[in-house]
C-alpha cells in the first residue's frame, strides 16, 4: 500500500514589476480575545485575528561552524515558537514582539505578501512603530521531481515499518539547511530560524485542510552550512540535479547529526538551473527533490529563496512513501 504524502512544489508566477510597499502602523485592537486570540489591525483591508502557532521541535539542534569547528547546540522549541502566531484564514505567520516602545510584527501577513519593522522611521501621532508590507516576489521558475535511479534500490528507513494501517495524522520531522549564499544575510543564528519557522508555518497553513492524511511539518533543526561541499556549480549558480545528489550523500552521512529526520531539505542563496538533454542551461529551477525519497536514503530536496523575502515558499509535491504500519506521530 502506497501513501501519497505532501512535500514541496514551485509556485509558477509572473515575474511583472512589485508594487510599491504599503507603509502600515500594526496595533492591538484586544490583547486576547473570548477564544484566545490576539486581534491586531494592519489597515483597512486586514486585521488579523492570530492564535499560537508551533512548528519547532521540543529539541531543536544547530550545526554551524565556530573557530574552524563544526558545533551542535540544542534550544527548547518552545522558546523559539514563543512569539510565533498565525491567522489561518489569512494565510498569515508572524511573530509578534511586544517591547516597552511597542509591537513589532515581521513575517507573512497573507500568501502574497510580508511585512517588517521599520525600525528608522518615525513614528506615528499615537506612538505606533511603522511597518512595511511588501509584494512577495513572484517568478516565473520551475520545479523537477527526479526519480530515484533503479540500480541504487532505496534503503527504506529503520523506522518505516510497512503495513496497511493509514493513520488520520502525519507528522514529517524536517531538517532545514542554509547555505552560506542565503543565512549570510541574516545578522543572528536565532533570525535565521525565526525566518525558516515562518516558512514551515506557512506550508502547514497551507495544507491545514488536506486530509486522509492530514500533514504537519515539524522543524527540527537548521544547519549554517559555510563550505558547501555538494555544489556543483559557480560562487552564483548551482546545477540542481547534479547538487541534489550530492546533497543526498552530505545529508546521509550527516543524518545521525541531524538527529534522524524524514526529510533534509536544502534552502539556497544561489540561481539554481537543469541542464537540458541537449546540454543546454536552462535557469529558473526554482526546486527540485527525488520522487518517493521520503524515508528512504533518498529523503532531501532542495530550493532557492531570496534571504528574509520569504519567496522560497512552495506548494505542495505529492510524493509516495511506503505506508508504516504503525504511523502515530512520525512519516517514518
Given at each position: 500500500m502506497m501513501l501519497r504524502i505532501i512535500i514541496f512544489s514551485a509556485l509558477v508566477m509572473s515575474s511583472r514589476g512589485l508594487p510599491q510597499p504599503r507603509l502600515v502602523y500594526p496595533r492591538l485592537?484586544?490583547?486576547r480575545a473570548a477564544d484566545g486570540r490576539m486581534v491586531m489591525h494592519l489597515h483597512d483591508k486586514l486585521t488579523l485575528n492570530l492564535r499560537k502557532a508551533s512548528v519547532a521541535a521540543r529539541n531543536?539542534?544547530?550545526l554551524e561552524h565556530e573557530d574552524g569547528r563544526e558545533v551542535t547546540r540544542f534550544f527548547d522549541g518552545r522558546d523559539l515558537d514563543r512569539n510565533l502566531h498565525e491567522d489561518e484564514k489569512q494565510f498569515?505567520?508572524?511573530?509578534?514582539?511586544?517591547t516597552d516602545?511597542?509591537?513589532?510584527?515581521?513575517?507573512?501577513?497573507g500568501p502574497h505578501h510580508r511585512i517588517e519593522p521599520m525600525r528608522t522611521m518615525e513614528r506615528s501621532e499615537n506612538g505606533l512603530i511603522p511597518?512595511?508590507?511588501?509584494?512577495?516576489?513572484?517568478?516565473e521558475l520551475v520545479d523537477i521531481e527526479?526519480?530515484?535511479?533503479?540500480?541504487?534500490?532505496?534503503?527504506?528507513?529503520?523506522?518505516?515499518?510497512v503495513g496497511q494501517y493509514v493513520p488520520t495524522e502525519v507528522i514529517v520531522e524536517i531538517f532545514m539547511v542554509s547555505d552560506w549564499m542565503h543565512h549570510r544575510h541574516f545578522n543572528t543564528t536565532i533570525q535565521l530560524i525565526y525566518y525558516i519557522c515562518v516558512m514551515i508555518n506557512s506550508v502547514n497553513i497551507r495544507y491545514a485542510d488536506t486530509k486522509q492524511p492530514t500533514?504537519?511539518?515539524l522543524l527540527t533543526g537548521v544547519e549554517k552550512d559555510r563550505f558547501s561541499t555538494y555544489k556543483k556549480g559557480t560562487s552564483t549558480q548551482m546545477d540542481g540535479s547534479v547538487t541534489l545528489e550530492n546533497f543526498r550523500v552530505y545529508a546521509y552521512?550527516?543524518?545521525?547529526?541531524?538527529?534522524?529526520?524524514?526529510?533534509?531539505?536544502?534552502?539556497?542563496?544561489?540561481?539554481?538551473?537543469?541542464?537540458d538533454k541537449d546540454g543546454t542551461k536552462t535557469m529558473g529551477l526554482l526546486g527540485i527533490a527525488f520522487v518517493g525519497g521520503l524515508c528512504t536514503d533518498h529523503f532531501v530536496g532542495l530550493g532557492e529563496d531570496t534571504a528574509g523575502f520569504y519567496n522560497g515558499m512552495h506548494t505542495p509535491r505529492t510524493q509516495t512513501l511506503p505506508t508504516p504500519q504503525y504511523m502515530k506521530s512520525s512519516a517514518c
Open positions: 485592537l484586544e490583547e531543536f539542534r544547530v498569515a505567520t508572524v511573530h509578534v514582539t511586544r516602545d511597542g509591537v513589532e510584527v515581521e513575517g507573512v501577513v511597518h512595511m508590507i511588501h509584494e512577495i516576489e513572484k517568478k527526479k526519480a530515484i535511479p533503479v540500480k541504487g534500490d532505496s534503503t527504506v528507513n529503520e523506522r518505516a515499518n500533514v504537519k511539518f552521512r550527516k543524518r545521525g547529526e541531524y538527529g534522524d529526520p524524514d526529510m533534509v531539505f536544502l534552502v539556497t542563496g544561489l540561481d539554481t538551473y537543469s541542464i
